[in-house]
């Protein structure tokens, strides 16, 4: 007879740490359907007997314990096998404690380990659960509060500790193969958690908690159930060889019933002798020997023979179980004392235990309940006396199931980032995922690639800005090749940047301000001024591109040309004027020149040499009918006046000579920040100046074309909001300019928006970026969005983001690198006397007084456009911006 040795060899079941586990961090299937199950009928269980109160010391009243709660996801499919993964990696833990508790119409899972094994614990879970979430709890289900009374049951094993449970069956290959000596009972899924069965019955302030106590059970049992199992084996090999049909026939007890036959015998004639003798005490201890140690003997037969009462059947699907644990299985329920409270709370109970009977084999054990009484409901039975449970067995009484209704489900999917992931760069946030923190950097790498940030509004695109812009900044002043473009159409992240210049750069900072506040010291930027601009062509050909990137649906090749003649002659004028140190025209001069038939031949056409652009005008305007020249013309005057009953545009490109040089900021390794707030502007003129900030930006960078590679500046542009800007050349700046220095960060809340000026903007991006960072998004732009993040990121995971996470699928050492989920840090702290400061420099460097610059502009309109010759330019300030939907062209 073998007997449960605590020495035996524990690797008896290595085998069963070699089961396959799906790949934890790239889990991309979706779960399955609600589960359903019928209602079960009958009544409730009774319990049987109750014990005694008493104080049992336990793992789990230890002071040294930490419990966390696990929130389910709908990703993670298949609960039962994934609970039993959990639970088999649980097994090196001295004691841990699993709970699942109902409440307030939902459920709630915790797992309970020693403070010095948490980190264990949640790596099991992690590799079982890849996509739970997991918070340290404030308090335990179990635990009782002041004003509550608690009735709890013990459910143990029956008819004895190994007795086996129902399992879920894991398929062909999933288990080491042993003989089969029986038909495997295996449930297709598991059954719901046992407090399921109260949870509509729960009352306000009430709860019903099942915790299941589990410590590594001793190695010995699992050779005994080996034992039980090849003792039946060679029995059967025996009477398979001997022909035999009954045990007796055995050679062993043949040699045991001569043994017993023997001492009868000379018990027997022991006894007539003290008969004979008339020894009658001796023949009486005789009698009282044999009625005293014959029941013995039987017994202890009895126990030799039966193998504890654990068929090798019931052995074999012991094993098959899984790893094996000392477990201790209890359900409470708790809520407010009171009248009465205890009679229902025990009917909670019951019902919790009838529930039971859903795990129990046909063949085997049941789980049968006593009811705890005082401390004893608290604390756990010793290892030593509990029920010995199977992983598999285990798992259908604790398992992760997010189609019930839970307490608070799982969010998105988690994607971990990979090992060698980006371990310098700027620190963008973290991975806090299941106890485990990792800190995610952009690499440098992406500082020369386009990326795109796509979020809905208040999700984190400017905090992820405002780290790059910091980032860049200080390698920018530890005297690295950069420069760094900021527009921003809000108006909060131009003022936060300004706020993180670092010392070596307050200097190199341009602000460009358009809202109230920066007009009191207007910038200037003639987008004719022949100094910044010396190419004709060129310049032309951006203003023309802009204009049409800005109005597409109003536009027409008779359109196109009046406004390209009006813009070559004042440009090539304009280099006439700066010879002879006459202020330039502005490109508010283009109304003039079209409505004001003296302004333009007595005055701009007399200083343009090209004879050819000159000879223009006759036959292409004016000798074409009124009504046609006013066709022609009115869609230009619509747009053009823009800038000119826009305080800030007008006072921005109506100077006539610049006060800013773009080009020499950013060559310079400076900084442009230009604040376009479209609450102060209006959005069309939030546009105009914005866009024609990025155009001109990109016609310097393309200039670089010019010199050698190691010589060109490097330009990092970080623009918010860019639909907010979409007449700016996006797509070129994309595919032509990265060569030439240009690193372009695009941020937008909607992917449809980029289409709204440029249906071929959105595959043109996607189609030269590099970095790729999504926080929620929407539903239609989730569907595009997955197929360009990949790595099983589905639309519901988009939808549902938290605040501030995000997907990235980010480029790095000459590969991209697989998509993962981060959690944006929160944006650096800008110093607001700094910004102050810096802010106030660039006025004075760049700005000049507003009546100053107010004078001038009227005197050069009012000149230029003098009363009673066409429609004028001396419109009222101030009024309300004309939309597009309003201009009868």
Known sequence: ?????????????????????????????????????????????????????????????????????VFASRLDVEPARRAEWLIAGLASLPSCALMVAAENGSLRYFIEAPAEFARQALTALSAAYPQAEVEEARWSPWSKREGEEMTAARLQLRPGRLAPLARVEMGPGARASLSQLSISYALSDAPPPLPVAVMGLLQPRERAVLRLDLSPAPAAIAAHLRQVILRHKMRQDYMRQARLHYQWQSPVNDAVTLVLGGL???????????????????????????????????YAWGRLTRDSGLTAEQAQEKMLAGALFAADLRVAAIGPAGPGARER?????????????????????????????????????????????????????????????????????MVLPRGATAPSGCKVGMVI??????????????????????????RGKSSLLLHLAAYVMNKMARGERLSLLVVDPHGDLARAVTGLVPDA??????????????????????????????????????????????????????????LRAAVACLH????????????????????????????????VLKQVPDEGLIG??????????????????????????????????????????????????????????????????????????????????????????????????????????????GAADFGR??????????????????????????????????????????????????????EELGHGVKVEDLVSLPDHEAYARWWSEGETMPTFRFRLLPPPLPDEGRAEEVRRRSAERYGRPRQEVEAKVRELMAARMPAGEGPGLVLPTGVREVEDSEYEL
């Open 1 to 69: 007879m073998s007997r449960w040795d605590p020495t035996d060899d524990a690797g008896i079941f290595s085998w069963e740490k070699e089961r396959p586990i799906e790949d934890a961090l790239r889990y991309t299937a979706l779960d399955e359907p609600l589960y359903d199950r019928p209602p079960r009928e009958g009544r409730a269980l009774l319990l049987d007997r109750e014990e005694e109160a008493g104080s049992t010391p336990g793992a789990g009243a230890a002071g040294g314990m930490v419990t966390y709660e």
């Open 733 to 786: 700046m994309l595919s032509e300019l990265a060569k030439y220095g240009l690193s372009l960060v695009l941020v937008t809340q909607s992917l449809e928006r980029l289409k709204q000026y440029d249906e071929r903007l959105a595959p043109m991006v996607f189609a030269n970026i590099d970095g790729l960072t999504v926080f929620t998004v929407s539903a239609q732009d989730a569907r595009y969005l997955q």
């Open 572 to 603: 090539m004028a304009n280099e006439a004027r700066v010879r002879r140190g006459e202020d330039q025209y502005t490109i508010l001069d283009v109304v003039p020149m079209i409505m004001n038939q003296t302004f333009r031949r007595e005055e």
């Open 433 to 458: 995922w299941q106890g485990r923190e990792m800190p995610v950097h952009m690499p440098d790498d992406m500082l020369g690639k386009h990326q795109l940030v796509v979020a809905k509004t208040q």
């Open 345 to 413: 709370l025990l009917a909670l109970v019951e019902r919790q235990a009838d529930a039971a009977r859903s795990v129990a084999h046909p063949a085997g054990g049941a789980l049968v309940p006593r009811v705890l009484k005082g401390e004893r409901a608290m604390a756990p039975s010793p290892p030593g006396r509990r029920d010995i449970l199977g992983s598999g067995e285990a798992a259908l009484l604790f398992h992760l199931d997010a189609s019930l209704p839970l307490y608070r489900p799982a969010g998105a999917r």
């Open 264 to 298: 009868l015998l000379m018990g027997v004639l022991l006894g007539m002798s003290f008969y004979r003798q008339g020894e009658m005490e001796k023949l009486l201890a005789l009698g009282a020997v044999a009625l005293v140690g014959t029941p013995l003997a039987l």
């Open 616 to 725: 223009w005008w006759k036959p292409n305007f004016e000798d074409q009918p009124p009504s046609r020249r006013l066709e022609m013309a009115q869609p230009i005057v619509n747009r053009v006046t823009r800038w000119g009953v826009t305080e800030a545009a007008k006072l921005f490109v109506g100077q006539p000579s610049s006060t800013v040089d773009p080009r020499a900021v950013l060559r310079g390794g400076g900084v442009l920040v230009v604040n376009v707030p479209v609450g102060d502007l209006g959005e069309g003129s939030a546009m105009l100046i914005g866009a024609s900030l990025l155009n001109l930006v990109a016609g310097l960078i393309e200039e670089q074309v010019r010199m050698p590679r190691e010589e060109r500046q490097r330009v990092v542009a970080l623009v918010d909001e860019s639909a907010t800007l």
């Open 505 to 562: 750069l307050a200097e190199r900072v341009a602000y460009l301000d358009f809202s109230h506040e920066g007009l009191r010291r207007p910038v200037g930027l003639n987008l004719l001024d022949v100094r910044l601009f010396p190419e004709r062509d060129l310049q032309v050909e951006r203003i023309i591109s802009m204009f049409h990137r800005l109005y597409p649906l109003a536009w027409g090749a008779r359109m196109e040309g009046l």
